[in-house]
Structure formats: structure tokens, C-alpha cells
């Protein structure tokens, strides 16, 4: 079966400035693909193109296997939900989300039961009489949804639809998105710059910057194999940790040097025998740096480390430092009995370790 | 103004601060009156008759209040040779008005939600062009519009009216338009072209029924705009067709041996009469709407 959406070769320019340069993205049905990026990146622009709001350059682009790269808008078979929500402010919740049914000239019947069907849906069968502005945030985003849901689109697209809405709120409603995707088996793509939201939602994400794709693959792929220190820092929270380090081949492995503030470099072995040049950027988790005396395992190394702050922030405690001439942070357990300016014992697990070049920011494993 | 609770140790009541509001009121109240002044004349002079107006005393109330001077203003001051009072230029003004200001407001909407929503290029250079046809004095369009309406074969007669008035209100409609359609989501237009509206059906649908505070706004600005208009209305029309403020003029003018201050003056009222009632009744949705653009729903 022929992709759901199929973006070829595609530009996009504002009169000189390249906004989008040579996108190409494919997704199967059912697909849930996360478009995440710093402010400016492009994704919001390359989601318009998707829906026909902004003409490309040049490029092509398939939408349910149908050449979709001249279509208008409406003939696109596609349904967006925004970052304003959008609501048409005179028109009732239900004449907001029948207006796209009765401008294409559905039958009324058809109309009312699909209305009722969405509204089941939402649990907003109390709403259907109101105004959007008599509405809570939280109830517009649903209005929202259920303008897009009762048109039954091949393809969903929502632009950063939660960042209007407060944390809780934008948590519960992030559940709720991802249990309608797969309820409904629905394609989607979806844009945020929150990089906690395209890892729990997506199948597959793409992460951008200036207007280029950085990488493109499912949300492991992107936390665990970052594919350069863009990626790398921009995914996780908090990031990891980028440091520079020295490396030597030994007959144990790759011996990976640190240098400590004031006192000998650490030297931690990699258990794998790696191609590697002398001077790289080592990539660490936090995660992967643990308490010495919680973690065991053969790959945790054992190092002293100073500690110069200490973050709890309830499950765990965040320890952070210096290495490397830049800080550091671990991961340790909430009961940790770290203080700011002591000596910690940490463990390193560099089972996961990412290896990028200083002068391209390429990952080299 | 919210007072606060605070009072000064030792006096129950602030005399300073009150004798200053009194200051205020009283010096709002004078200007009040040196303001309502002219209207006050005006209004006591049409209800007087000719004798008393010429003994007595300009300011004074009148001794016996008689309406004969609103009865010949109306139906039958002479303007020139006719004397058939301001009634039949009254409508006229009607006639050139309500057409005038329907059509301008209309098109001012269109043009307002066209620049403002379908950012097409060159959409800034259009609207700066129609923002300075605000600012051109009418006295330079006069030849050229005449030229203009005496090839269209309009010359003289109310439609040609109309037309100069919508052109010369486009200008300031599509600003008001356009400022209050620019404070609108861009998001809106694209959810509606997604829904599968087109361009007039998202207009018809979604921004005319948004709009009713500037519609009120406009309404009242080119009402007044048109209905005290004397320059165009005194080069563009003929015997016939003229406004009521050309038969105001020509019923100051064109009296013989004694002047009917009193009938100039009811005349005077019938011609403002329209724009007062318009402000007195749509007034508070001018301000609100003036102020709307800035506030976000």
C-alpha cells in the first residue's frame, strides 16, 4: 500500500531565504509523526505545505497516494487542528463543527448524526449550544478536535494544538490524543517544540532545524542514537550531557578521558573496540550517570566526582557538575544523601555512550 | 475614579480633595456651556417669531413659543426661485446617504478583509495608496471627478453622488476594516479554507458576523461624512438634486427684504438633525468600537 503521506524533494522559499530545504518525509497509515524543533525551524511552514495553506517552491508531494502538490486545500481529504483552536467566534460549538459538512453540501441527517456521534466522543454533548467564548481553554481545544474528528480526514494535522493550554491541563489532554490515535488508527502529523510531547506521542519523529531535517526515526532511535550534537542536546530532559573528551584504543576497549576540574581526568573504558579519533564530543544521559553505591552491573564505572548543586525534583535528584569544562548533570535516586561541595562517588554507564565529531557535531558510532 | 480608603489622621474629611472636584465640575460645566451655547441660540431663535427676535434679546428664552418657523423651513422657505422649504433636498439627502453609505461600507469591509487576511503581493503598497486618498483635500479631485462623471453620464444626478461618496469614503472604510480584521487570527481563514470555504463564503460566514462594532463605526463616520457633505453636493448636483446642506445654503442666501432668522435657524436644526439622532443612538457603539481592534477576545 502506497504511503499515507509521501513528501518529496521539497522547497520552500520566502523570496530569497530558504525556509524548508529538501524535505523528504514518508509515513504508513497509522503513522503518529512529530515534527520538533527550536522556534524558526521550519515546522509549522513545512505543516502548512502539508495542508495546502502555503504553496512550495518546488518539490511534490503525495497525500493517500494522490498527487496532492497543486491540490487546494479543501480537496486534500485532510483535517488541521490549531494553535489558536481557531474557533469561528459567532457560530455555536455545533455549527462550528458542522460548518466544513454544510459548506460541502452534506445531507442535514448526515449532519446531525454525525454530530452526535463526535460529541459522544468528546463527552460534549452539554457544549453544543454554546459560543467558543463561553468556553475554558480546554474546552476549545475539544471543540477543536472535534471539528477535525467528525471529517473523518486520511490525514490529521495539528500545529502545536496544546501549547496555549496550562501544564496540567496540556498533560491530561496529551493522554487524550494519543488514546484517540490509537482508538481510531488514524494517521497524523503533528507540530510541536516540545520534545517531551513528540516522544510520547509519536510513532516516528522528525526533528528539525533550520529549515533541514536533522533526523528522522522512531522515538528510541532519536533518544538513544542521536544522529549529531543538535539532536542530541535538543531531545531529553534534562539534555544530555555533551563533553570533550580524549580517546586511545586499549586491549580492554576505548578508554574515553575526561578532564576533572582540579585533580586527575577520569578515565572511563568502553567496552568496544571503536574507530575512533583522538578528540570527540562523548555523550552521556543523565540517566546513565548514577549513584555508585545503587547502580552495579559490569558496564557502571566507578569515579569521584564534586558536586557543585543539587536539584531534587521529587522522584529523583538532579546532581550537577563540572567535566570536562562543562557541566554535567546525573541522575541520581530522590534519597541520595549528595550535598553541594562534596565529593560524590557516581557511576558511569557508557553501555549507551554516543561519540560525536567536535568539528562537523556528526555522531561517529 | 476609585477612591481610596486612606484618610489623614485627625479629619474625617479631605476639604482639599473636594474643593479641587468641585473646581473640576465647575470648570467642566463652563466649558459645557460655552459649547451648547451656539445650539442653545439656535434652538430659542427658531422657536421665536420674527418680532421677538428683532426686540429682544439673542440669549433670552422666548416669550411665546410658536413652531411657523420649523413649518416654512420644512415645506416652505424659497431656495432661489422655488419655495418648497428644505423637505424635498432632505430627501434627497436620504437618497445620496443610505445607498452611500451601505455601498462604502460594504466594499470598505471586503477590501479591509482582503488586505488584511489574503496576504496577496504588493497587499501593503494597495493599502498605503488607498490610506492616502484620506488625506487628499476634495477641493483637487473636483475636475477630475467631473470629467469623470460627465463621461460616465452621471453628472448631476443622485447615483453620480453616490459614486463620488463611495469612492472618497473607500479610503477610510477599508483602514477601519482593516485594523479590525488585522487583530483577527490568520488561523481563522485557514481553518475555514480547510473546512473547504471559499473566499467570499469565509467573508459572508465568518468575518461579516464578527464585525458588527467597526460596521457600527463605519456606519456612523460616513453618515456623517456624506450627510454633511457641501462641496461635492454643491459641484456635482443641479436644480433637483442638490442636498440639503446646498438648500441650507441657498435658504440663508436667497432671502429678499427681511431675514427669517428663525427659519434659517429650524433649517439649520432639520439638516443636523439626522447625524445627532445617529450619534445619540449608536454613540456608545462608537467609542467601543473605535477601541475594539485592541482588545483581544
Redesign the interface.
Known amino acids: 500500500m502506497a504511503p499515507i503521506l509521501e513528501i518529496n524533494n521539497l522547497f520552500k522559499n520566502y523570496g530569497s531565504v530558504e525556509i524548508l530545504k529538501d524535505i523528504n518525509i514518508s509515513i504508513e497509515k497509522g503513522d503518529f509523526l512529530v515534527l520538533v524543533g527550536p522556534s524558526g525551524c521550519g515546522k509549522s511552514t513545512l505543516l502548512n505545505c502539508i495542508a495546502g495553506l502555503e504553496p512550495i517552491t518546488s518539490g511534490q508531494m503525495n497525500i493517500g497516494g494522490d498527487d496532492m502538490t497543486f491540490v487546494s486545500p479543501k480537496d486534500r481529504d485532510i483535517a488541521m487542528v490549531f494553535q489558536s483552536y481557531a474557533l469561528y467566534p459567532t457560530m455555536t460549538v455545533a455549527k462550528n463543527i458542522t460548518f466544513g459538512m454544510k459548506v460541502r453540501g452534506v445531507e442535514q441527517d448526515v449532519q446531525d448524526r454525525k454530530l452526535a456521534e463526535v460529541a459522544k466522543q468528546l463527552q460534549m454533548e452539554n457544549l453544543l449550544n454554546r459560543k467558543p467564548g463561553q468556553l475554558s481553554g480546554g474546552q476549545r481545544q475539544r471543540v477543536a478536535m472535534g471539528r477535525a474528528l467528525v471529517r473523518d480526514p486520511k490525514l490529521f494535522l495539528f500545529d502545536e494544538p496544546l501549547s496555549n493550554l496550562d501544564a496540567k491541563l496540556r498533560v491530561e489532554m496529551r493522554t487524550e490524543i494519543k488514546a484517540l490515535h490509537q482508538r481510531l488508527g488514524a494517521s497524523m502529523v503533528y507540530v510541536t517544540h516540545d520534545q517531551i510531547e513528540a516522544m510520547t506521542l509519536a510513532t516516528k519523529i522528525v526533528v528539525m532545524k533550520g529549515g533541514v531535517i536533522q533526523q528522522m526515526g522512531t522515538p528510541a532511535e532519536i533518544y538513544n542514537t542521536p544522529a549529531n550534537l543538535f539532536v542530541a542536546d535538543f531531545m531529553g530532559s534534562p539534555a544530555m550531557n555533551l563533553v570533550p573528551a580524549k580517546t586511545s584504543k586499549g586491549a580492554d576497549g576505548t578508554h574515553v578521558e575526561i578532564a576533572r576540574n582540579g585533580g586527575e581526568p577520569i578515565v572511563l573504558t568502553d567496552a568496544k573496540n571503536r574507530d575512533l579519533p583522538e578528540d570527540v564530543i562523548v555523550g552521556v544521559r543523565p540517566e546513565d550517570i548514577a549513584d555508585a553505591d545503587a547502580r552495579g552491573g559490569e558496564a557502571a564505572q566507578v569515579a569521584e566526582c564534586t558536586i557543585d548543586i543539587v536539584e531534587p525534583a521529587g522522584a529523583d535528584t538532579y546532581a550537577v557538575m563540572q567535566l570536562g569544562g562543562k557541566h554535567v548533570t546525573a541522575r541520581l535516586h530522590a534519597e541520595t544523601n549528595a550535598a553541594a561541595g562534596v565529593s560524590q562517588r557516581l557511576a558511569f554507564d557508557l553501555s549507551k555512550v554516543s561519540y560525536f565529531d567536535p568539528e562537523t557535531g556528526l555522531r561517529l558510532n | 475614579m476609585a477612591d481610596t480608603s486612606f484618610t489623614p489622621a485627625g479629619s474625617g474629611i479631605n476639604w482639599g480633595k473636594i474643593a479641587l472636584r468641585w473646581m473640576l465640575y465647575v470648570m467642566l460645566g463652563l466649558f459645557a456651556l460655552f459649547y451648547l451655547m451656539p445650539l442653545f441660540v439656535m434652538v430659542t431663535t427658531s422657536i421665536k417669531s420674527l418680532e421677538e427676535i428683532r426686540t429682544g434679546d439673542l440669549i433670552s428664552l422666548p416669550r411665546e413659543v410658536t413652531f411657523d418657523a420649523w413649518r416654512t423651513a420644512w415645506s416652505g422657505a424659497c431656495t432661489g426661485i422655488q419655495c418648497e422649504g428644505v423637505r424635498p433636498y432632505f430627501w434627497n439627502s436620504v437618497l445620496i446617504a443610505i445607498p452611500g453609505v451601505a455601498l462604502s461600507t460594504l466594499i470598505g469591509a471586503m477590501n479591509g478583509y482582503v488586505v488584511a487576511q489574503w496576504r496577496f503581493r504588493g497587499a501593503n503598497l494597495i493599502f498605503s495608496l488607498m490610506l492616502f486618498g484620506c488625506f487628499i483635500p476634495f477641493q483637487v479631485v473636483l475636475l477630475p471627478m467631473a470629467r469623470v462623471l460627465g463621461i460616465m453620464g452621471m453628472a448631476g444626478t443622485i447615483p453620480g453622488l453616490i459614486f463620488v461618496h463611495v469612492i472618497y469614503g473607500l479610503g477610510f472604510t477599508t483602514l477601519f476594516f482593516r485594523n479590525y480584521y488585522v487583530s483577527i ?1 490568520p ?2 481563514t ?8 471559499g473566499f467570499f ?1 469565509i467573508f459572508w ?2 468575518f461579516l ?2 464585525s458588527l462594532p467597526i460596521i457600527v463605526v463605519t456606519v456612523i463616520w460616513q453618515f456623517t461624512q456624506i450627510w454633511n457633505d457641501f462641496l461635492f453636493g454643491v459641484s456635482f448636483s443641479q436644480a433637483g438634486t442638490q442636498p440639503v446642506t446646498v438648500a441650507l445654503n441657498n435658504i440663508v442666501n436667497s432671502t429678499t427684504g427681511v431675514k427669517e432668522y428663525n427659519v434659517d435657524m429650524a433649517a439649520a436644526i432639520i439638516a443636523a438633525l439626522p447625524t445627532l439622532l445617529v450619534y445619540v443612538i449608536a454613540g456608545k457603539y462608537f467609542v467601543r468600537g473605535l477601541t475594539a481592534g485592541s482588545v483581544k ?1
Open positions: 487570527s488561523e481563522l485557514k481553518a475555514a479554507k480547510v473546512d473547504g470555504a463564503r460566514s465568518i458576523p464578527l477576545g
